[in-house]
């Protein structure tokens, strides 16, 4: 009995072997680019959120931030003070922006060509569109709201760079994600 046991269990891990090495031979068969697809890349993450390199170049093509795609690291850390800016707005909630204030700004991203692409490409809609004109507008009503008269340059960079400090912003630029 001891023998059949000791030959069936050398003949499973035969088999096993066998799958193992079939597994391993399909697998590794396959072509390098099949391997893996780079989805999108994380930049940087702010409290604990995600920011990737398609929200940025997004806010670039949007004229969101006066940035070019090209120079990351400025791309990026504007997008992040942007994303820093409308949670203080969530926080202290500036009055919305006149209607006829959203129809002036959605009017001047349209002139930018690259969100005339988009919109023609389908990337962005109007609502969308609208969406971000409106995050613009309650950002420069909520920095008017905490400035006031006395807002300057160098007193809203030293507040930014104050509420930077305060944040959890991470740097991921370089570092590929799939």
């Not at 109007?126 to 004109?133: G, K, P």
């Amino acid at each position: 009995m001891a023998r059949r046991t000791s030959r069936s269990v050398r003949s499973l891990s035969a088999w096993g072997a066998a799958v193992l090495g079939l597994v391993l031979a399909l697998t590794t068969w396959a072509p390098t680019g099949a391997a893996q697809t780079l989805v999108d890349r994380v930049v940087a993450r702010v409290g604990g959120v995600p920011v990737t390199l398609s929200d940025v170049r997004g806010g670039v093509a949007l004229g969101l931030i006066p940035a070019r795609e090209d120079d990351l690291p400025l791309a990026t850390e504007l997008w992040i003070q942007r994303l820093l800016l409308l949670s203080e707005v969530e926080r202290f909630p500036p009055p919305e922006p006149a209607a006829n204030a959203l129809d002036q700004e959605v009017a001047r991203l349209r002139q930018l060509p690259s969100v005339t692409a988009a919109l023609r490409a389908g990337g962005v809609d109007e609502r969308q569109l609208r969406a971000a004109a409106r995050e613009t507008l309650r950002i420069r009503g909520y920095l008017d709201q905490r400035f006031g008269s006395a807002r300057t340059p160098e007193a809203v960079e030293t507040w930014m760079t104050d509420l930077r400090q305060r944040a959890d912003v991470v740097l991921e630029i370089g570092r590929a994600h799939v």
